[in-house]
T-cell receptor, first 112, second 115 residues
Framework: GNSVTQMEGPVTLSEEAFLTINCTYT??????LFWYVQYPGEGLQLLLK?????DKGSNKGFEATYRKETTSFHLEKGSVQVSDSAVYFC???????????FGSGTKLNVKP | KAGVTQTPRYLIKTRGQQVTLSCSPI?????VSWYQQTPGQGLQFLFE???????NKGNFPGRFSGRQFSNSRSEMNVSTLELGDSALYLC??????????????FGNGTRLTVT
């Protein structure tokens, strides 16, 4: 079956620190991979996506590379800001099926 | 462009009652999905509707049902509420035509509390 595993949180960093949030997946087919972010009191927002192996998704300084050989899609940012504090969800969807599988979410706290 | 709108934002119900949640998708989006979010289980897929037809379904009991109207608005109904149904219910819309070109756009959710 399909599933997504994310590193446990919370992750606490100081402003300008480097961020990595690990995500690995299991899929029966050839999924598209996504990172969503949920700010307090809000719904999830798409952060970035990658639709095939070796694709790199990027947005707002965040990036993630679709690694088929390691079934991973780790999220990285070179220098986090306080405004990046949120919960980050890794997700997959098999192409042609509008059904998403989400990881458990990783809460990021960035201190000034 | 207006985002996904969910109503109401908060609901408090008693065990055994039923509840209906509403979702208005982004204009032009024909797919509406529903997810249940809880601290213990995370985000779990309930079902997805496309052009008034249920296209995908998750592993929830039959007490959870939904429908979609011709204007793409969707409702979700939960009958015979249980304490474990307390959760944030998220609606998401997309064009629904190609996953890699139609990511989900989420509403802010309806917080259901069952007492």
């Amino acid at each position: 079956g399909n599933s997504v595993t994310q590193m446990e949180g919370p992750v606490t960093l100081s402003e300008e620190a480097f961020l990595t949030i690990n995500c690995t997946y299991t899929a029966t087919g050839y999924p598209s991979l996504f990172w969503y972010v949920q700010y307090p009191g809000e719904g999830l927002q798409l952060l970035l996506k990658a639709t095939k192996a070796d694709d790199k998704g990027s947005n707002k300084g965040f990036e993630a590379t679709y690694r088929k050989e390691t079934t991973s899609f780790h999220l990285e940012k070179g220098s986090v800001q306080v405004s990046d504090s949120a919960v980050y969800f890794c997700a997959l969807s098999e192409n042609n099926f509008n059904k998403f599988y989400f990881g458990s979410g990783t809460k990021l706290n960035v201190k000034p | 462009k207006a985002g996904v709108t969910q109503t109401p934002r908060y609901l408090i119900k008693t065990r055994g009652q039923q509840v209906t949640l509403s979702c208005s998708p982004i204009s032009g989006h024909r797919s509406v999905s529903w997810y249940q979010q809880t601290p213990g289980q995370g985000l779990q897929f309930l079902f997805e509707y496309f052009s008034e037809t249920q296209r995908n379904k998750g592993n929830f009991p039959g007490r959870f049902s939904g429908r979609q109207f011709s204007n793409s608005r969707s409702e979700m109904n939960v009958s015979t509420l249980e304490l474990g149904d307390s959760a944030l219910y998220l609606c998401a819309s997309s064009t629904g035509t190609a996953i890699y070109n139609s990511p989900l756009h989420f509403g802010n959710g309806t917080r259901l509390t069952v007492t």
